[in-house]
Nanobody, 117 residues
Framework: QVQLVESGGGLVQAGGSLRLSCAAS????????MGWYRQAPGKQRELVATISWLGSTNYADSVKGRFTISRDNAKNTVFLQMNSLNAEDTAVYYCYASRVSPRNDYWGQGTQVTVSS
């Protein structure tokens, strides 16, 4: 099993910044992709950004140029730097990890990000 613990959410004014962190523990060997998804009230969970073990990144169009994902493989931690936040970024943000062998996906408990306009 893999446990994911997020931190860094909160309330911020529009135009501000937040940095989310997610630490993985447990059976973290062979974790490849880590990333962030978000779910706003009344909407489906959507991809925000992912990063592979080798550092390849993927971003949702809505956050490109504003958000930056990074990871520290030695500490099994993934980060999401969020700049120029706007009200549409308000959501619960979930950390995600995908293990290759045995194949399984893991989710954190979620952290609330609220952007006031």
């Amino acid at each position: 099993q893999v446990q994911l613990v997020e931190s860094g959410g909160g309330l911020v004014q529009a135009g501000g910044s937040l940095r989310l962190s997610c630490a993985a523990s447990g059976s973290t060997f062979s974790i490849n992709v880590m990333g962030w998804y978000r779910q706003a009230p009344g909407k489906q969970r959507e991809l925000v950004a992912t990063i592979s073990w080798l550092g390849s990144t993927n971003y949702a169009d809505s956050v490109k140029g504003r958000f930056t994902i990074s990871r520290d493989n030695a500490k099994n931690t993934v980060f999401l730097q969020m700049n120029s936040l706007n009200a549409e970024d308000t959501a619960v943000y979930y950390c995600y990890a995908s293990r290759v062998s045995p194949r399984n996906d893991y989710w954190g408990q979620g952290t609330q990000v609220t952007v006031s306009s």
